[in-house]
T-cell receptor
């Protein structure tokens, strides 16, 4: 089992749609969770951190379920510019490395 | 936010040559930098952790004699792919940690280097 698993997609959605991505992690000691966005052949860029209470940043909402060991990202009112690969990232403490999921590809169409 | 500069962006080389990739932290001191490799449609895979003034720590399966890492200053780490072969063709990305290690550390990435070995 991979340490961080994501549905690779691709998700093809029309503009204005709401789309949700899930990510599961295997290490229950994981402490920090993030969503990164990566465009083709570009570096990953931090989209948002994920907090236990859930958090929202504009059209993006992230949630964490520690009991089930998964995190989610919800994108509302999708824009063409949201087309990218979304990486789920998990980190612990005490030398636990930052682990990247393989990413979920999103295509938003006009 | 913190800026990490990575050069070159693209490299095309002949099989058997060596390629050096530089990663610089421009506005902060990075005692630790990370080197990743990413094949198409796959995740970033950590190759090694580069520590300023000491030897790099390589992940299992990564040949340290093939991927030479030097972190001689607090703002510069280099990755040298020695005797590159076509199977080394990949997207290489560095990242640096801003601040101390811990659950809330943030990673800042270089823009990546696409290596194509002919």
């Amino acid at each position: 089992r991979k340490e961080v698993e994501q549905d690779p997609g691709p998700f093809n959605v029309p503009e204005g749609a709401t789309v949700a991505f899930n990510c599961t992690y295997s290490n229950s000691a994981s402490q920090s969770f993030f969503w990164y966005r990566q465009d083709c052949r570009k570096e990953p860029k931090l989209l948002m951190s994920v907090y236990s209470s859930g958090n929202e940043d504009g059209r993006f909402t992230a949630q964490l379920n520690r009991a089930s060991q998964y995190i989610s990202l919800l994108i509302r009112d999708s824009k063409l510019s949201d087309s990218a690969t979304y990486l789920c990232v998990v980190k612990g403490t005490g030398g636990f490395k930052t682990i990247f999921g393989a990413g979920t590809r999103l295509f938003v169409k006009a | 936010g913190a800026v990490v500069s990575q050069h070159p962006s693209w490299v095309i080389c002949k099989s058997g040559t060596s390629v050096k990739i530089e990663c610089r932290s421009l506005d902060f001191q990075a005692t630790t930098m990370f080197w990743y490799r990413q094949f198409p449609k796959q995740s970033l895979m950590l190759m090694a952790t580069s520590n300023e003034g000491s030897k790099a720590t390589y992940e299992q399966g990564v040949e340290k004699d093939k991927f030479l890492i030097n972190h001689a200053s607090l703002t510069l780490s280099t990755l040298t792919v020695t005797s590159a072969h076509p199977e080394d063709s990949s997207f290489y990305i560095c990242s640096a940690r801003d601040g101390g290690a811990g659950a809330n550390e943030k990673l800042f990435f270089g823009s990546g280097t696409q290596l194509s070995v002919l």
